[in-house]
């Protein structure tokens, strides 16, 4: 999948996640790639978010590096 798409795809789930009231939004956003992503789409965009990140949301880049932390700790 191109990068272009997964960064419109993954500040479209932080959007949501930061609006909700008592939500940590980088674990919530996290939490969904986890469940819902493929490996592929994650590490696609670890690299990106590695090699600057740019167009993703501060709360969108901290949830990705939050992937490489298994969940809860």
Known sequence: MAV???IV???QIGSF???QPRANAPEAIAN???KF???R???EIQ???QNGGAGLDPSVREAVRLLATPPGK
């Open 9 to 11: 795809m993954a500040n």
């Open 17 to 19: 996640f930061v609006t």
């Open 32 to 34: 969904h790639l986890r």
């Open 4 to 6: 272009d798409r997964l």
């Open 47 to 49: 690299a990106y978010e």
């Open 37 to 39: 992503w493929d490996p």
């Open 41 to 43: 789409m994650r590490n």
